[in-house]
């Protein structure tokens, strides 16, 4: 705006005193708006309220829950569909305490048991960018899926009394500045909880912070596991160094580590990525010292070092050979070498620049929760990062469900944990029929 105002030589013309009052007013404003917006990618509102990229926060996606799906709502400033009647206190309440405007209860698929830790500061910000930075799109809520009377949602507010945490992010006075600021991100905002803390009989995380038992020690979620990325060196991700757990943050990658596929894909291209790195650092700070849950692993997920290259033995032999078919672990390398090798190369080691990634010390490859690795066959990778586009292809159309038990199987042993008990047909089949 002011080099705006400087190229058109306006400064010459405007008397000083008006120009620095506008100035600042705008600057004011303008500098709401862009911390709300920075919320708002932090808080990764959009990965549930938008369906349609033509229509931002428009709301309608449906998220499973044990009883019915339910669906996220329209939270674009339009005043009959959206959310433009809210008052700033209306919209502090459904962020703290997950009321709606009408006093009803939120169900817990939004995150607001985690948003209750953001500062009025925070929320006020938020609250003018969804005013004033978001085009109004008109479009209806969907009544949820769950039958009466299970839909009823008085028991919500005993669900809330007895799990839920509310009020604000209070700092600790033992820590340093960018820890608590770590802290309030991870158990705040960034909600990290959702996917990775495990959850009790009544769907509630078991911990919201690091003072509880079980906080971020891993769970599962619709066909994907969340691991535990407690400070543990086995089982968590204690064993990697800052920069692995910055970049894997940033870019969703970190060589000899792991890579981000599903939803945790869509939580870096989404809002990570768009974080700042001193914010980032934070996070990176405040998880060193979340207290280590150990789930007896022997060895850390990506600390296998696999069989070395049988799959290069194999090379040059004609796969449909007699001697290797039949069984299960010779499928696999044909099918390994037929499908996957010229990316990850036939013994797993990648490319140099870790584009594609070495399956060899690899967190996906080397877990014992092999759904990860099911799904990643099944549907591929996807994912936008600040430098480009990342993209492996998904294999359902090719591969049958037995083929990809057999392929996955072998991926494991081979290039993971020798012992690993293999990928269960019934399993792959689940995952399939369960994802688009
Ligand atoms: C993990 C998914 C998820 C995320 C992330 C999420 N929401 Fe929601 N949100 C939902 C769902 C689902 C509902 C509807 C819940 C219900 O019907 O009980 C909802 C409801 C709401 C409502 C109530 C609107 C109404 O109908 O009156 C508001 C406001 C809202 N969300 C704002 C936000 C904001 C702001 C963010 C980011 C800070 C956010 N949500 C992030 C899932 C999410
Ligand atoms: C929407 C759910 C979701 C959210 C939110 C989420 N994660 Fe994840 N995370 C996952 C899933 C699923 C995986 C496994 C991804 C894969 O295998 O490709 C994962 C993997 C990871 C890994 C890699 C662990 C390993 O050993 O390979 C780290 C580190 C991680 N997440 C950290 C975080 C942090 C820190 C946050 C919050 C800033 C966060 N995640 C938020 C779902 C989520
Ligand atoms: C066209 C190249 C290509 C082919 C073919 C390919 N991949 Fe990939 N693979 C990639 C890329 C790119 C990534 C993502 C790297 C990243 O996330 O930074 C990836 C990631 C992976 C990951 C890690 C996923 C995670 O979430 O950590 C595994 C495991 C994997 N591939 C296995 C396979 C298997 C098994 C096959 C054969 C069915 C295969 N790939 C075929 C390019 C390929």
């Not at 010390?361 to 600040?386: C, E, F, K, P, Y």
Request: hydrophobic residues 30%; negative net charge.
């Amino acid at each position: 705006m002011t080099q705006h105002v400087y190229r058109h030589g306006l400064l010459m013309i405007m008397p000083l005193a008006l120009l620095a009052g506008s100035a600042t007013a705008l600057g004011a404003d303008q500098d709401q708006l862009e911390r709300g917006a920075y919320i708002a990618r932090t808080a990764d509102c959009t990965a549930c309220h938008t369906t349609d990229e033509d229509k931002p926060f428009a709301g309608g996606l449906a998220m499973p829950t044990p009883m019915g799906d339910i669906y996220s709502t329209n939270i674009t400033p339009d005043p009959d569909t959206g959310i433009g009647g809210y008052s700033l206190e209306e919209f502090t309440r459904v962020l703290r305490e997950g009321v709606a405007r009408d006093g009803h209860r939120l169900y817990p698929a939004m995150p607001y048991t985690a948003y209750t830790k953001m500062p009025d500061e925070d929320i006020q910000a938020l609250y003018t960018w969804f005013q004033e930075g978001v085009e109004p799109v008109h479009q209806e809520n969907r009544e949820s899926d769950i039958p009466w009377p299970l839909n009823m949602r008085w028991p919500l507010a005993v669900w809330n009394w007895a799990f839920v945490d509310t009020g604000a992010y209070e700092p600790r006075d033992d820590k340093s500045d960018e820890w608590n600021r770590g802290a309030y991100l991870v158990q705040g905002p960034t909600h990290c909880g959702t996917c990775h803390t495990p959850r009790g009989l009544a769907m509630q995380e078991k911990a919201s912070d690091d003072t509880g038992k079980g906080f971020l020690s891993g769970a599962d979620l619709g066909g994907w596991h969340a691991f535990n990325i407690t400070s543990d060196h086995n089982s968590g991700i204690g064993g990697w160094s800052d920069d692995e757990v910055f970049s894997y943050l940033k870019t969703g990658a970190a060589h000899g580590k792991g890579q981000a596929a599903g939803p945790m894909g869509e939580a870096v291209e989404h809002s990570l990525r768009y974080m700042s790195d001193e914010d980032i650092r934070a996070i990176v700070t405040y998880l060193r010292d979340v207290p280590a849950v150990n789930d007896g692993d022997e060895m850390p997920r990506y600390g296998h070092e696999g069989q070395g290259s049988d799959a290069s033995r194999l090379r040059g032999q004609d796969s449909s050979d007699g001697q290797h078919t039949g069984e299960n672990a010779t499928d696999g390398a044909a099918l390994y070498l037929g499908n996957c090798a010229t990316c990850h190369q036939a013994d797993g080691s990648g490319s140099p620049d870790g584009y594609y990634p070495s399956l060899v010390h690899n967190s996906v490859v080397g877990t014992s929760h092999s759904d990860n690795l099911t799904q990643v066959i099944l549907n591929g990778v996807h994912r936008a990062n600040n430098d480009g586009e990342i993209f492996m292809p998904a294999f359902r159309d090719q591969l049958s469900d037995e083929q990809i038990s057999a392929l996955a199987s072998y991926v494991q042993t081979q290039f993971g944990d020798p012992d690993a008990k293999g990928v269960d047909v019934g399993r792959v089949k689940e995952i399939r029929d369960d994802t688009p």
